[in-house]
């Protein structure tokens, strides 16, 4: 397997994001490196009057000025940078993770991430914009670009905390790219040996029945034990709700391939369940 490559930051998850890649390492025994991009957001306000005209020598001061700041800005952000990617070694450390390394990048996140996706397996990333099945907002597209960009499996950690997986619980409609996402979690280290639940929201038919049998009996000869549950109602209330009970729990799916459930509000099914599962999801190529 090659690295683990782990994207922290200073939001309130990072702890949960190392903790989840500290785990995926340990389990699949591959290496761990912390990225930590410094992406350029240029302030608008400013304390200096820029009202009226100004001479050329204002100019210059003024020039100087915000010359000056930025440099005191940067080198912050770089000290800043540096400790969070020590923490984050330490905190792996002690999880066990015998394999580490870290990376300060300048520039747009999204392009180093395409950038490192090569020499990278697993991607793993927090989730900043989580929301409750009422709150209808835009998603959390800087997440999406990532899952859309890169080629690599990607596990989203969606809350602060961290608790390991007792059992997998795979969103399955029977469509091609629900089935290649069953077909390659039989074969992930990454889950290997957790109990799987594969979940369908639909109506109750027989088609959909021996759909779900069907992806049963293919996860069992691969010596996997499953589960299977069919549930009715729309698929962004009743979906994470059948999660949450299977906590703690990892969900599963394939990228932006779930044809039955692409109609969520804003009709991105990984985006949807990012938002609204309560427990990690992992997205599986």
Same mark, same amino acid.
């Given at each position: 397997?090659?690295?683990?490559?782990?994207?922290?930051?200073?939001?309130?998850?990072?702890?949960?994001?190392?903790?989840?890649?500290? #785990?995926?390492?340990?389990?699949?025994?591959?290496?761990?490196?912390?990225?930590?991009?410094?992406?350029?957001?240029?302030?608008?306000?400013?304390?200096?009057?820029?009202?009226?005209?100004?001479?050329?020598?204002?100019?210059?001061? /003024?020039?100087?000025?915000?010359?000056?700041?930025?440099?005191? $800005?940067?080198?912050?952000?770089?000290?800043?940078?540096?400790?969070?990617?020590?923490?984050?070694?330490?905190?792996?450390?002690?999880?066990?993770?015998?394999?580490?390394?870290?990376?300060?990048?300048?520039?747009?996140?999204?392009?180093?991430?395409?950038? /490192?996706?090569?020499?990278?397996?697993?991607?793993? /990333?927090?989730?900043?914009?989580?929301?409750?099945? $009422?709150?209808?907002?835009?998603?959390?597209?800087?997440?999406?670009?990532?899952?859309?960009?890169?080629?690599?499996?990607? /596990?989203?950690?969606?809350?602060?905390?961290?608790?390991?997986?007792?059992?997998?619980?795979?969103?399955?409609?029977?469509?091609?790219?629900?089935?290649?996402?069953?077909?390659?979690?039989?074969?992930?280290?990454?889950?290997?040996?957790?109990?799987?639940?594969?979940?369908?929201?639909?109506?109750?038919?027989?088609?959909?029945? $021996? $759909?779900?049998?069907?992806?049963?009996?293919?996860?069992?000869?691969?010596?996997?034990?499953?589960?299977?549950?069919?549930?009715?109602?729309?698929?962004?209330?009743?979906?994470?709700?059948?999660?949450?009970?299977?906590?703690?729990?990892?969900?599963?799916?394939?990228?932006?391939?779930?044809?039955?459930?692409?109609? #969520?509000?804003?009709?991105?099914?990984?985006?949807?369940?990012?938002?609204?599962?309560?427990?990690?999801?992992?997205?599986?190529?």
């Amino acid at each position: 397997m090659k690295k683990i490559l782990a994207c922290v930051d200073t939001r309130g998850n990072t702890d949960a994001v190392i903790d989840w890649a500290a #785990w995926a390492a340990v389990r699949v025994q591959s290496a761990v490196e912390f990225l930590h991009v410094l992406e350029r957001h240029p302030e608008i306000a400013a304390a200096t009057d820029f009202s009226g005209t100004i001479g050329i020598d204002a100019q210059e001061s /003024l020039l100087r000025e915000l010359s000056d700041r930025d440099e005191r $800005q940067s080198v912050a952000m770089r000290q800043a940078g540096r400790e969070l990617l020590s923490h984050a070694r330490q905190r792996a450390a002690w999880a066990g993770v015998r394999q580490l390394d870290a990376r300060l990048r300048h520039g747009d996140f999204i392009e180093t991430a395409i950038e /490192l996706q090569d020499e990278t397996d697993l991607f793993v /990333l927090g989730e900043h914009y989580h929301a409750s099945a $009422q709150a209808r907002i835009r998603a959390d597209h800087h997440l999406e670009r990532v899952i859309r960009g890169v080629s690599s499996s990607v /596990l989203v950690a969606t809350s602060e905390a961290f608790e390991p997986p007792q059992r997998v619980v795979v969103a399955f409609d029977g469509s091609p790219g629900a089935r290649k996402a069953l077909a390659r979690l039989a074969q992930h280290p990454l889950v290997a040996g957790l109990p799987v639940l594969v979940a369908m929201v639909a109506p109750e038919t027989s088609l959909a029945r $021996q $759909q779900l049998k069907e992806a049963q009996a293919s996860l069992q000869a691969a010596g996997a034990t499953a589960e299977i549950e069919l549930v009715t109602g729309e698929p962004q209330q009743v979906l994470p709700e059948l999660v949450k009970r299977q906590a703690p729990a990892l969900l599963v799916m394939g990228a932006f391939g779930h044809s039955r459930l692409r109609q #969520w509000l804003f009709g991105s099914t990984t985006t949807s369940l990012l938002r609204l599962s309560d427990v990690p999801v992992l997205i599986l190529r």
